[in-house]
């Protein structure tokens, strides 16, 4: 009996430090997996590139296709797109008539996310947007020299680039790493390509963060808009509205140029008249003005003119005025 309970104990005591050997060891294994997975990721951090060509993935912003930001992306409130019947209606009482609204098309999603690309880091591609801009028309191949460029700024044009190439936006792309940092590509001249350089991807993005902006006001709202509307004034002129959103029951008008606006800003501020918005309500957003340059234009004229960096903080002050549908 004595041999038996002296058997069983050292079988548990056998079992217990074997347990304990293996979760040790598995422990050591796991901790040793996590340094690796730390290094590799501080690593790439540091080197800024993981892909060919000195390039890392593209991580555009994803989108759905009303243009709000995906699922997992999106903090539960009550915000909800609705119809623009109420928009439309809007536009008739200022004597404004509709002619046309422009469909959505199935590459909607894909220039959405690239217009969000662009718009969230302008700082660090606007050298390469600017190049590719002035050659378009001509379909002109360009060089940029990015030796003394930050690795961020490297990492983001070579993006950029990588994308517009898979999409045939730039019909030659080339990068040649360290030592050289050069650069090479041409602009397609493609009708959807040109559209989108001249200045569609920054009315995508004014449209895409300003609904981000609504769905993080956690307030019972519905929202509407109209983006490139075709529209006739009261005095019979014809025009083309970048974006008008219907928010709660507030009017916003919102207006993009990626460069030229000194001959718009005018006739704007007699367009925001007949809407009959205040500065609050009309934004201009710019590429390349000056946060002083701009605030002396919103000053002289009956809009707010935002560049493209400071748009968001603009809107997000705005957007705590707003007042929910009675």
């Keep these: 009996m004595n041999t038996l309970i002296a058997l069983s104990i050292g079988m548990i005591v056998g079992a217990t430090a074997s347990y304990l050997f293996l979760n040790r060891n598995y422990r050591r294994k796991i901790s040793k997996l996590e340094r690796v997975i730390e290094r590799y990721r501080v690593e790439v951090s540091d080197r800024g ?34 119809d623009s019947t109420e928009l439309q209606e809007f536009l008739k009482t200022r004597g404004i008539q509709i002619k046309s609204i422009p469909p959505r098309q199935e590459c909607d999603d894909i220039l959405d996310r690239l217009a969000m690309f662009m718009g969230n880091r302008y700082n660090s591609i606007e050298k390469l947007y600017a190049r590719i801009k002035s050659n378009m028309d001509r379909g002109y191949s360009f060089t940029i020299n990015l030796k003394n460029s930050p690795q961020e700024q490297i990492a983001n044009i070579c993006q950029l680039a990588t994308r517009l190439h898979d999409l045939t936006f730039l019909e030659e792309y080339r990068y040649q790493k360290s030592p050289h940092f050069i650069l090479s590509a041409k602009p397609s001249r493609n009708p959807k390509a040109l559209s989108f350089f001249s200045g569609q991807w920054l009315e995508r993005f004014v449209k895409d963060r300003t609904i981000e902006a609504i769905r993080k006001t956690h307030l019972e709202l519905q929202y ?10 009261p005095n019979g002129d014809d025009f083309e509205l970048d974006a008008i959103f219907k928010i709660g029951n507030d009017i916003f008008w919102f207006e993009a140029k990626t460069g030229n606006y000194q001959r718009y800003l005018e006739k704007y501020a007699k367009i925001s008249s007949i809407l ?38 603009h809107l997000d002050r705005a957007f705590e005025k707003l007042r929910p549908v009675s």
Excluded at 56 to 64: A, G, N, R
Excluded at 224 to 233: E, G, H, M, V
Excluded at 294 to 312: C, D, P, R
Aim: no cysteine; hydrophobic share 45%.
């Design 49 to 82: 590139d993981s892909a060919v060509n000195g390039t890392p993935e593209v991580k555009l912003e994803p989108i759905t296709h009303s243009g709000k930001l995906a699922a997992a992306q999106i903090v539960k409130t009550s915000v909800i797109e609705v």
């Design 224 to 233: 509407s808009y109209l983006l490139n509307p075709q529209i006739t004034l």
């Design 276 to 313: 009959g918005l205040d500065r609050e309500h009309a934004f201009m957003i710019l590429t390349d003005i000056s946060e002083t340059s701009a605030q002396e234009l919103s000053s002289l004229f009956k809009m707010t003119v935002v560049n493209i960096e400071s748009f968001v903080e």
